[in-house]
């Protein structure tokens, strides 16, 4: 029997409020395990369609499965347990600057409720995968636009996700950072997360290297 999709949208549409209509009809499906680029112009629907996957925005219309989960059926309640399987690394990193290091990546343990025993070999674990491991004192102020990324996954996986996704992760990047943060990211496809990762950046393109799925006006184009 073939493995069912990690994530499956069928005729999904995404209207906000104010009537701009982000995404139109999309069908894809993504497999437990791939890496995947998304991407498109500026206003395309990539970051729409991420926190659609992360179930912080709900699809208008279509059905959306993730992990076998349909997430415009879920309770509110049932929210964050899905959301416990996936770790969101976010364009404008929202990092917390009145915390150090250790303290950002303890955050989503705290409110995912981990027993404490667990916690600082969770977090020792997350920085040293990221290479962060000598920083847990530092503030985010006093880290590189790099190291702060870097931070955002270590965040992202503390929990140990089985997807993690990245809205432009090296848009902020010279192309040595970019290049370290892009390594790290295989280093979790590797060991078997499912990742999905918008961007524009043309050098991440060319290297197709894995699947690459192109918004176009809120319609999967290719």
């Known amino acids: 029997m073939k493995n069912r999709p990690m994530i499956q949208f069928r005729q999904v549409s995404k209207r906000f409020p104010d009537g701009y209509q982000a995404l139109k009809n999309v069908d894809l499906q ?3 395990g791939e890496m995947v680029y998304i991407t498109g112009h500026s206003g395309a629907g990539k970051s729409t369609l991420l926190k ?37 690394v976010f364009q404008d990193y929202k990092l ?3 915390r150090n290091v250790y303290d950002n990546v303890l955050l989503p343990l705290q409110i995912s409720g981990f027993d404490n025993t667990v916690i600082a070999s969770r977090i020792h ?5 990221v290479g ?7 503030m985010p102020i006093t880290l590189s636009g790099g190291e702060r990324q870097r931070l955002c996954i270590a965040r992202a996986v503390v929990h140990r996700p089985l997807i993690l996704i990245a809205d432009e992760p090296t848009g902020n990047l010279d192309m040595a ?9 295989n280093t ?7 990742v999905l990762i918008a961007t524009h950046d043309a050098a991440l393109l ?3 290297q894995h699947r690459i799925l192109a918004l176009q006006y809120g319609k999967l184009a290719a």
Not at 177 to 185: D, K
Request: no cysteine; charged share 25%.
């Open 206 to 208: 060319e290297a197709k």
């Open 30 to 32: 993504i497999e437990a």
């Open 177 to 185: 950072y970019a290049h370290e943060i892009m390594t790290i990211f």
């Open 52 to 88: 659609l996957v992360a179930a912080i925005e709900r699809p208008t219309s279509g059905i959306i499965n993730i992990n076998g989960h349909n997430v415009a059926e879920l309770k509110s309640t049932a929210l964050p347990y899905l959301r416990r399987k996936i770790g969101f």
């Open 96 to 98: 917390l600057f009145d």
């Open 132 to 138: 962060l491991s000598q920083k847990e004192k530092a």
């Open 125 to 129: 674990a997350a920085l040293e995968r």
């Open 188 to 194: 979790f496809h590797q060991a078997g997360v499912t």
